[in-house]
């Protein structure tokens, strides 16, 4: 178990690099409602829900983080300040990586019944500040989701989310940027998607008008040819 906390604490160092020893790390709310969600989930699969929200409300008031008891989260999961709201039945996977004010929600099911309402998120996965992940969709495994993005849909496994509502970027995350990206998108303005499209387009005039020019070449020579076909056609006519 010591182990298990500190390969947790290491791993929230390799994320962060303002703390300089872990020490530093036990004092971070993301550390202590992660802990208390513990608590609370234990509870909570005891069907001891009184108890549960009961710890579940004390966490909430020490940290600004609020994780409802049933959700299920994996190993090494970091909130990166607080003001986060995962609810009941949210999924988390391993390695995943929360910024402050992000929000794991819930939609009603048309059918009125409880069930799955919340996201699952794969392993890996970096949802970054202001976020919000809506109804019981998945989001796939080293995924990114930017920063204020509205996600509804499913987000496949590698991709690059941002906007309202949120939409792939040309930005795929392969094997050569699978290292840890703080707040999940690279703070670079030729990942900007309005960027991108213009740069699409430009491409796209250039090479229309090498085309172009290359047909008004050939009809050009075309018409060239055709003029000194006919001026040798009416010389030997004289």
Same mark, same amino acid.
């Given at each position: 178990?010591?182990?298990?906390?500190?390969?947790?604490?290491?791993?929230?160092?390799?994320?962060?690099?303002?703390?300089?020893?872990?020490?530093?790390?036990?004092?971070?709310?993301?550390?202590?409602?992660?802990?208390?969600?513990?608590? /609370?989930?234990?509870?909570?699969?005891?069907?001891?829900?009184?108890?549960?929200?009961?710890?579940?409300?004390?966490?909430?008031?020490?940290?600004?983080?609020?994780?409802?008891?049933? /959700?299920?989260?994996?190993?090494?999961?970091?909130?990166?300040?607080?003001?986060?709201?995962?609810?009941?039945? *949210?999924?988390?996977?391993?390695?995943?990586?929360?910024?402050?004010?992000?929000?794991?929600?819930?939609?009603?099911p048309t059918s009125g019944q409880g069930g799955k309402r919340h996201p699952t998120i794969g392993d890996n996965v970096i949802i970054?500040?202001?976020?919000?992940?809506?109804?019981?969709?998945?989001?796939?495994?080293?995924?990114?989701?930017g920063a204020n993005a509205v996600v509804t849909r499913d987000v496949p496994e590698g991709a690059t989310m941002v906007g309202i509502? *949120? #939409?792939?970027?040309?930005?795929?995350? #392969?094997?050569e940027t699978q290292n840890f990206v703080p707040y999940g998108t690279p703070c670079c303005d030729r990942f900007d998607p309005a960027?991108? #499209?213009?740069?699409?387009?430009?491409?796209?005039?250039?090479?229309?008008?090498?085309?172009?020019?290359?047909?008004?070449?050939?009809?050009?020579?075309? *018409?060239?040819?055709?003029?000194?076909?006919?001026?040798?056609?009416?010389?030997?006519? *004289?």
């Amino acid at each position: 178990m010591l182990g298990n906390f500190v390969e947790y604490l290491d791993s929230i160092k390799a994320r962060d690099p303002a703390p300089r020893t872990r020490w530093e790390i036990l004092l971070y709310p993301g550390v202590w409602a992660l802990g208390l969600h513990r608590v /609370a989930h234990w509870l909570f699969r005891g069907e001891m829900f009184f108890l549960a929200r009961f710890v579940n409300h004390i966490s909430r008031f020490l940290t600004a983080i609020d994780i409802h008891p049933g /959700a299920v989260i994996g190993r090494n999961f970091f909130i990166d300040h607080g003001f986060v709201v995962i609810g009941e039945t *949210a999924e988390i996977g391993d390695n995943v990586t929360i910024y402050q004010g992000a929000t794991l929600g819930g939609t009603n099911p048309t059918s009125g019944q409880g069930g799955k309402r919340h996201p699952t998120i794969g392993d890996n996965v970096i949802i970054s500040l202001g976020a919000a992940i809506l109804g019981p969709l998945t989001v796939g495994a080293n995924s990114r989701i930017g920063a204020n993005a509205v996600v509804t849909r499913d987000v496949p496994e590698g991709a690059t989310m941002v906007g309202i509502p *949120a #939409k792939p970027t040309l930005v795929e995350v #392969k094997p050569e940027t699978q290292n840890f990206v703080p707040y999940g998108t690279p703070c670079c303005d030729r990942f900007d998607p309005a960027t991108q #499209k213009l740069e699409i387009l430009q491409c796209e005039m250039e090479t229309m008008q090498k085309r172009l020019a290359q047909l008004l070449e050939e009809r050009d020579a075309v *018409a060239a040819a055709k003029s000194s076909a006919r001026k040798r056609g009416g010389g030997k006519s *004289a």
